[in-house]
Nanobody, 126 residues
Framework: QVQLVESGGGSVQAGGSLRLSCAVSGYTYMGNYMAWFRQAPDKEREGVAAINSVGSTRYADSVKGRFTISRDSAKNTLYLQMDNLKPEDTAMYYC????????????????????WGQGTQVTVSS
């Protein structure tokens, strides 16, 4: 059974940084594609960063140049480094995983993902 457990959220002032982590278990890591999503109150869940099995990445326009997605295969952990945070980044952040034989999908569409973590809250004050 796949388990995704996020950590690293918190409260920061605008301009600050946070690093989110997502520990993955019960999954063959190679062949996975993964992503970070976020959901603010009264808004739909949106994809912010994606990474595939060969390390290619994709970002939402709103976070390009500020967020960096990465993974450590040895630790089965996905990361999201968030720099120059803005109040509009305030949301619950979720990691998500999907699987295909080649794992090359780079998706920010929540419908492509079947496994989700419980979320970690990020609050950015002005």
């Amino acid at each position: 059974q796949v388990q995704l457990v996020e950590s690293g959220g918190g409260s920061v002032q605008a301009g600050g940084s946070l690093r989110l982590s997502c520990a993955v278990s019960g999954y063959t890591y190679m062949g996975n594609y993964m992503a970070w999503f976020r959901q603010a109150p009264d808004k739909e869940r949106e994809g912010v960063a994606a990474i595939n099995s060969v390390g290619s990445t994709r970002y939402a326009d709103s976070v390009k140049g500020r967020f960096t997605i990465s993974r450590d295969s040895a630790k089965n952990t996905l990361y999201l480094q968030m720099d120059n945070l803005k109040p509009e980044d305030t949301a619950m952040y979720y990691c998500a995983a999907g699987w295909r034989p080649d794992g090359l999908l780079l998706s920010l569409d929540r419908l492509d993902f079947g496994n989700w973590g419980q979320g970690t809250q990020v609050t950015v004050s002005s």
